[in-house]
């Protein structure tokens, strides 16, 4: 099983960043997809989630209206589009995979929000 994140660098306040997942090695439709982030001295974090097939969406009060999870299960991927980045963004951005008997995580991308 495996999960690679891919999209972080550093950005300017204001400025965008798309978030990618791709999972292999097991049935990415059957299982919601989250991401996660930890910043720094702080805990992990839910930032989103996507769950299939209903496309149904849950987030952090802190990314509403402002990010936007989405999959695509034929490319086995999910997407986390971030708008109106903020320093406070700033974090490690971790991809999850789950149902009620696995969890799955990536390694991690990092988000920068600096000017």
């Known amino acids: 099983v495996q999960l690679v994140e891919s999209g972080g660098g550093l950005v300017q306040p204001g400025g965008s960043l798309r978030l990618s997942c791709v999972g292999s090695?097991?049935?990415?439709?059957?299982?919601?997809m989250s991401w996660y982030r930890q910043a720094p001295r702080k805990e992990r974090e839910l930032v989103a989630r996507i769950i299939s097939p209903s496309g149904s969406t849950v987030y952090a009060d802190s990314v509403k209206g402002r990010f936007t999870i989405s999959r695509d299960n034929a490319k086995n991927t999910v997407y986390l589009q971030m708008n109106s980045l903020e320093p406070e963004d700033t974090a490690v951005y971790y991809c999850n995979a789950a149902n009620p008997y696995f969890d799955y995580w990536g390694q991690g991308t990092q988000v920068t929000v600096s000017s």
């Open positions: 090695g097991f049935t990415f439709s059957r299982f919601a």
